[in-house]
């Protein structure tokens, strides 16, 4: 504890397919931001220099001595205690050592999580956890992901694959999902699957305002189309919308069921349209919840937006984060 009040900052970095946010972090406070394209097509090298030369431009005007360490929460499987990107679809990584690299690029101790993992931390730290010890945060956009705490304790799993809610069977016939599997929760439930749910039942004929937003061309359909339709009152939207917030609360009722978390904060693109999911995943969550398990607001809103992975990332150098 000596040594960190030498340090006030520490550096977090949202590493993702597109743009890389790098933060200089006091605590929750950002104080300064510097965001870069991740340029992913020109392999692991070109984005590890794109984020060595963010983190040195967020730096700029402090003495790294003031820095006590760099927390990457990266898109992926990572193994937490070595640093390793094991799989990064969105980067095309396989295998890359990234807290090795930042580390002799930055002569700055480093650790990597998963990026939901890190947003967690954030929510549990400062957001909708705060206080608690069993706590699930659930990230609903393009896809879904998750993180745990349990006892205070960040999980990560035996294969650091803990949290993979997206891709828990909600449907065993249901339509097939993008990890090659059928029926997953991120097939009704994400901005991408109700895109493509939307997508067919224009294919196939259904009337609805979204054909004329997109004019004519299912392919332009995508979640804010479905949520300015859903306020015109379109009834495919809104029959969309309310198809993703049952398999929701189904969801959350079995991890409810199972676990028996304090709270569940629910963040992400896709819950900018709550006022259409809540209805059905209050009533979906309410009818499969095992009734010991049932208390008043098991649900709230996460609290931590668009910066929770690097404001989470940057408190894996802070010595009480629930990873410890
Ligand atoms: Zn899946």
Redesign the pocket.
Known sequence: MEVRQNKPFALGIDLGGTKIAVGLCRGEQIEKKIVTPTPANSGPEAVINAMIKAAREAMTGIESSEVAGVGVGAAGQIDPKTGEVIYAPNLYWNHVPLAEKLKAGLSLPVKVVNDVRAATIAEYRYGSGRGLSDFVNIFVGTGIGSGFVLNGKLLDGATNSAGEI??ICLETDGPP?????KG?F??FSSGRGMERYVMTQLVHGVKSSINDIVEGDPRKVTGKVIGMAAREGDELALATLRRAGMYLGLAIANVHTMLNPQRIALGGGVMALREFIMPSLIEAMEKHILPVALRDNIVVMAACEEDAAVIGSAALFCATHPGR
Do not use: A, D, P
């Not at 999902?177 to 599997?181: E, I, L, N, P």
């Open positions: 997206g891709h999902c993008g990890c090659g599997k997953c991120e097939v």
